[in-house]
């Protein structure tokens, strides 16, 4: 049974840096990519990230590119999500998830391309 745990959440003040972590256990994934997504209250969920297991692939959100760093350890089945230069609109619930990976890398940005998905972390930036 595919497992994934997302750790690392907090609270930060704008400006400031938090990094995730996703533990992945059930499967081997190296046929696999694994993304980050977030949903604020009220709103929906959206793609932040994505990397292919075994190409290292990455691919971002207009809105993260250049603060977020998506990235993997295949030692320790762990991707992480390192962001800086936190904003208040980042503030959200941080899923971590997985697919099969994509023939088409556009499908990397919707989140019923996911099979799988964590429970969530909750990062909070405040002004």
């Known amino acids: 049974q595919v497992q994934l745990a997302e750790s690392g959440g907090g609270l930060v003040q704008a400006g400031g840096s938090l990094s995730l972590s996703c533990a992945a256990s059930?499967?081997?994934?190296?046929?696999?990519?694994m993304g980050w997504f977030r949903q604020a209250p009220g709103k929906e969920r959206e793609f932040v990230a994505a990397?292919?297991?075994?190409?290292?692939?990455?691919y971002y959100a207009d809105s993260v590119k250049g603060r977020f760093t998506i990235s993997k350890d295949n030692a320790k089945n762990t991707v992480y999500l390192q962001m800086n230069s936190l904003k208040p609109e980042d503030t959200a619930v941080y899923y971590c998830?997985?697919?099969?990976?994509?023939?088409?890398?556009?499908?990397?940005?919707?989140?019923?391309?996911?099979?799988?998905w964590g429970q969530g972390t909750q990062v909070t930036v405040s002004s």
């Open positions: 998830a997985a697919c099969p990976a994509q023939y088409y890398s556009r499908n990397y940005y919707y989140r019923t391309t996911y099979d799988y």
């Open positions: 059930g499967r081997t994934f190296s046929g696999y990519a």
């Open positions: 990397i292919t297991w075994s190409t290292a692939n990455t």
